[in-house]
């Protein structure tokens, strides 16, 4: 199925859903704090959404999805399902996953936020998590291919010697929440697609201090690492330009010129 190229007035319109992607998970950031639970962080970025950004939270009744972001904590790979029941601790790490849809656009984004004081090796996991998006948005241009996203982003992470889960990947998004192209955390150089001015796609690499191994819990969202070793996600939306790429939900604590 050939990928989709955006016009220039759907550029227009992700630059916006993307904006209000960042502006979530900047919000949210002050209330991630020991004592608060999973459920009450989902309570206000759903009316932040709603309210404040007049838009839809694109997760809620996605496909049976409970809720309005997804909060995956410690070895909660991806797709965690926030509760009242979920209280964060000192130490804890959580990834908040978040996707509002404006004018019938998505803009897709994550963050893997620490909570009080993280332990050492936590604090290493999520910064060399974040340095492995950076190394595949990095590798995005006209005439580059899906594969060499793929194969930045797995040495990296292997580099350190952590591993790269491959049961998800980024995606296309636009109209359409999850759409082609797939796009792998890992790979080879000069592997996969082309790629080619308009295209708008996500990389949200999955790291894991252990194996890479996942299974999915019983609720049929939930995904944790086999070994229950922690893991460490992070997610922009990149638009494919004539010259190279754009950060569609650029936020202001992002780094990323560290490393260009």
């Not at 998970?25 to 639970?37: D, F």
């Not at 809620?60 to 909660?76: A, D, E, Q």
């Not at 982003?153 to 350190?160: D, L, R, S």
Request: with cysteine; hydrophobic share 35%; aromatic share 6%.
């Amino acid at each position: 199925m050939p990928v989709e190229l955006k016009s220039s007035e759907d550029i227009e319109k992700m630059r916006i859903a993307g904006g209000l992607a960042a502006a979530q998970l900047e919000m949210i950031e002050p209330y991630v704090v020991p004592g608060i639970t999973t459920g009450e962080l989902d309570r206000i970025c759903h009316e932040f959404t709603i309210n404040e950004q007049d838009a839809i939270p694109a997760p809620l009744n996605y496909r049976g999805f409970p809720k309005s972001i997804c909060t995956s904590v410690n070895h909660v790979v991806c797709h965690g399902i926030p509760s009242d029941d979920k209280v964060l601790k000192d130490g804890d790490i959580v990834n908040i996953d978040v996707t509002p849809i404006k004018d019938g656009f998505h803009g897709d984004s994550s963050k893997t936020f620490m909570v009080g004081k993280p332990s050492v090796l936590a604090e290493r996991l999520i910064r060399i998590c974040q340095e492995c998006l950076y190394r595949g948005i990095n590798m995005v241009k006209p005439g580059a291919h899906l594969g060499d996203i793929g194969h930045a982003i797995q040495a990296h992470a292997e580099k350190h010697h952590y591993s790269v889960v491959r049961e998800y990947c980024g995606h296309g998004i636009g109209r359409i929440f999850h759409d082609d192209p797939q796009v792998l955390h890992y790979g080879s150089l000069g592997t996969g697609i082309k790629l080619e001015p308009g295209m708008i796609f996500t990389i949200e690499p999955m790291i894991n201090v252990g194996k890479r191994d996942v299974k999915v819990l019983p609720d049929e969202w939930t995904v944790v690492t086999k070994d229950h070793k922690l893991t460490a996600q992070w997610e922009h939306t990149i638009l494919v330009t004539d010259t190279g790429y754009e950060i569609l939900t650029y936020r202001s604590d992002d780094t990323i010129e560290k490393y260009t």
